[in-house]
């Protein structure tokens, strides 16, 4: 099932039993779609749809610090809520193994040995990794790498 009918069959499904935070998150994600789509005049691709969401993963988990910072532990637990059910459209996160081995292969097919070429491996693996594993933790397991 394409990823925009599985967002609205779960807007429905979350309508149905009343779960306002589920309800509320599938909704901002087809809007962000929606804008896209208008904006850009396209329909998007699944892959594109997985970008979206990745994204807006990315920007929950970077409110949380804020969140923190004004004690607001209220919209933590909500802003951990919605990543987790951001998540559940995501393809399934890499292991730390698996992001161990794409960032030697990296490291052995470019040749890098210190942070001047951190520009260069992260080109060769963010394709790789795409959806799958968040840029910050990736840039620090190459940083683990090269000095």
């Known amino acids: 099932m394409p990823l925009k009918e599985k967002l ?6 979350s309508m149905k039993s009343k779960n306002k935070v589920r309800k509320d998150t599938i909704t901002m ?3 962000a779609i929606k804008q896209k789509e208008v904006d850009e005049r396209i329909e998007l691709t699944d892959a594109e749809i997985v970008d979206i969401i ?3 993963v990315k920007n929950k ?6 969140f923190q910072k004004g004690n ?3 919209l933590v637990d909500l802003t951990n809520q919605e990543i987790k059910i951001l998540l559940e459209y995501l393809p399934p996160q890499l292991s730390d193994e698996d992001l161990d081995a794409i960032v030697k ?3 052995e097919a470019t040749g890098a040995q ?3 070429d951190m520009g260069k491996l992260m080109a060769f693996i963010m394709p790789k990794v795409k959806g799958k594993a968040d840029g910050k933790h990736v840039n620090e397991i190459v940083a ?3 000095k």
């Open 8 to 13: 609205m069959e779960d807007l429905k499904e």
């Open 29 to 31: 994600v087809r809007a």
């Open 54 to 56: 990745a994204k807006q």
């Open 61 to 66: 988990k970077d409110s949380i610090s804020d």
């Open 72 to 74: 607001r532990q209220d």
């Open 105 to 107: 292969e990296a490291i």
């Open 114 to 116: 210190s942070k001047k």
């Open 144 to 146: 683990k790498y090269i």
